[in-house]
Every structure is written in structure tokens, then in C-alpha cells.
């Protein structure tokens, strides 16, 4: 069975690590989300009047790009810690350099390491949860004791 690639993944196949390789690109899809919501909100007047509807469409991209890590590493908790904090660390740099250009952005949202944190906190409940989850499964597929053998 062939797996789907993401758009803009061959440019990243010189990662021959799997955990490296969706984490860069988790990475680049949420500050690509970032400058696009950011330009929307700075540079496009027409969208004041919908930007409670602007704001959320940025949410739900955001959580989409997030899926990511989770949906590649479902079955394997450490691999999906990694890539998710790996990419949401390369968001937090791309955060820090907005604020170069948009001065305001840190006052208005958050600081670059509470951004960072943030997700790296998400990442590491939803793979704490996994893992949790993986060994409850295990426990309800073993059975309650061990058979008998007869002599």
C-alpha cells in the first residue's frame, strides 16, 4: 500500500529520517498558516468586517497543520513528541522573525518561547496520551491470566 505524500514534501526527501523529515514540514506548513493569517489580518481591509470568520479559519488551519505528527505517528509516541516539538519549534523562530516585520505581533499575541511552549506541551500530553492508550489496549488484549497447564 503507498502512502499519500504531503504537497511540498519531495522537497524535504534529502531527510532520510522519517520523525525529521514531518517535522520540518509540520514546521513549514504552520508558518506558512502564520504568514498568511497575518497578512490577511495586516493587509487586507476588505476582511475586517469578517475577521471574527477570518480568525477561525486560521484556527482550523492551524489545527489541521497540527494533525499532522499525530495522523504519521499514531503508534509511536516518542516519534510523535519529536517531530510535533521539532515543528513547532521551527514556527516559533518563523514567529520571532514576524516580529521583526510586525512590530506589534508579540505585544498583541505572545512571546516567541510561551508560543513555542505551548505547543510543545500540546505534543507532549497528546503523546503521553498515546502511549497511555497503547499500553491500556495491550492490557485488554492480553488475557486476565495465564492458562493452565495440565500435568
Keep these: ?5 504531503l504537497p511540498g514534501a519531495k522537497w524535504f526527501h534529502w531527510l532520510r529520517n522519517l520523525t525529521l523529515r514531518v517535522g520540518v514540514l509540520t514546521g513549514v506548513y504552520l508558518t506558512a498558516v502564520m504568514v498568511v493569517a497575518v497578512l490577511a489580518a495586516t493587509r487586507l481591509p476588505f476582511l475586517e468586517p469578517i475577521a471574527h470568520l477570518r480568525n477561525w479559519a ?13 495522523a504519521t505517528f499514531r503508534r509511536r509516541p516518542l516519534q510523535l513528541l519529536a517531530a510535533g516539538v521539532l515543528g513547532w519549534a521551527l514556527f516559533a523562530l518563523a514567529y520571532q522573525g514576524m516580529g521583526i516585520f510586525f512590530p506589534n505581533l508579540h505585544a498583541r ?9 505551548l505547543g510543545a506541551i500540546v505534543y507532549g500530553v497528546l503523546a503521553a496520551a498515546t502511549w497511555v492508550a ?11 491470566f495465564a492458562p493452565r497447564r495440565k500435568p
Design 134 to 144: 497503547q499500553i491500556a489496549l495491550g492490557l485488554i488484549q492480553q488475557p486476565a
Design 58 to 70: 486560521a484556527y482550523a488551519a492551524f489545527l489541521l497543520v497540527m494533525l499532522v505528527p499525530i
Design 109 to 117: 499575541l505572545r512571546q516567541p518561547f510561551n508560543v513555542f511552549m
Design 1 to 5: 500500500m503507498k502512502t499519500a505524500e
